[in-house]
């Protein structure tokens, strides 16, 4: 299982590297909530996400004949983005797996960083399969998303960075897809603050995280029909489940309309650009602010990679 140690060995890594993201607090949303929320800002991370501490850390802890081989992901996006980016920095070849219907601005992305891309279909294709079968066709070490220990650490310096500079939390909310992030961030904050209470959240269509926690086995479901691109996940991954089953307090839903209501409040109040996934934490604690009232509240703001139509399109339909 993913440890403490995993966390401040990624840190080592990232340090000078990755951004520390900062704090972001709202005196409006506190009132309206009824709760006093810190929002940790990954939509400033590099590459727009917190998917490059994870990218950055499983690259950086390769051997240099592993290197050499070049690395392969699969992603719909900010994984991807992630990926090509840290194998860039760290001069190897990046092969990208990426659903065709994934949003241009990170296909887009992707390709300038330097990545081949090959697409294929989410509703009909097996991300898993063709990735390894490419892999192997490739000699390439295959990097995957989230169920992957070095990939879960670099995400959970995220949690590190929030229970190191937010004194006293009560609970830290953290979006989830595959798992990686939150399990990462789980043991990342808790290795500081121990009796944080840690909770998941992710779209109420696409609910396999949560699922898979109340029923204490992992659940797949098909692929779900969100505005959320980077959590249409359909099963939680074998080692982010480890660490969920067992330090988790429980995992969240919420609808895309509070999602797009939450993209909404950042830019209207904040002034800062969400993606839907990047607001789903936000809108979790909207949608179950009864639960945390008077509480001191984390959210991961966790991604900011979407396109003016696409983002003007969802605010316009909110």
């Given at each position: ?142 990097i995957p998303p989230y169920?992957?220990?070095p990939v879960m650490a ?165």
């Open positions: 299982m993913l440890n403490f140690t995993d966390i401040q060995a990624a840190a080592a890594r990232l340090k000078g590297v990755a951004h520390r993201t900062p704090i972001l607090t709202s005196t409006t949303l506190n009132r309206l909530l009824g709760c006093e929320v810190f929002m940790k800002a990954e939509n400033f991370q590099r590459m727009g996400a917190f998917k490059f501490r994870g990218g950055y850390n499983a690259i950086n802890a390769l051997t240099d004949a592993e290197r050499a081989r070049g690395v392969l992901a699969f992603s719909s996006g900010n994984h991807a983005q992630a990926v090509a980016l840290s194998a860039k920095l760290h001069g190897c070849k990046a092969t990208i797996l990426m659903p065709s219907d994934a949003p241009p601005t990170k296909l887009k992305a992707t390709r300038e960083y330097g990545a081949e891309v090959i697409t294929y279909d989410r509703y009909s294709e097996d991300r898993s399969a063709l990735a390894k079968r490419y892999a192997e066709e490739r000699n390439a070490v295959l169920d992957y220990l670099g995400q959970g310096t995220c949690g590190l960075e929030i229970a190191e500079e937010i004194p006293n939390l009560d609970a830290l909310i953290v979006c989830t897809g595959g798992g990686g992030f939150l399990s990462g961030s789980t043991i990342g904050a808790q290795g500081i603050q121990p009796s944080i209470k840690m909770y998941g959240a992710e779209p109420e269509s696409g609910n396999d995280v949560q699922q898979a926690f109340r029923t204490g086995q992992i659940i797949t479901i098909p692929v779900p029909k969100t505005i959320c691109d980077g959590q249409q996940t359909q099963a939680v991954g074998v080692l982010p489940f480890e660490v969920i089953r067992e330090h988790v307090t429980d995992v969240l839903t919420t609808s895309d309309a509070t999602v797009i209501e939450a993209m909404r409040f950042a830019f209207e109040r904040m002034k800062i650009v969400l993606e839907p996934s990047g607001a789903c934490a936000l809108a979790a604690l909207m949608e179950s602010k009864a639960r945390f009232t008077g509480q001191r509240v984390a959210v991961t703001l966790s991604g900011g990679n979407i396109n003016f139509d696409r983002f003007a399109q969802l605010l316009g339909a909110g």
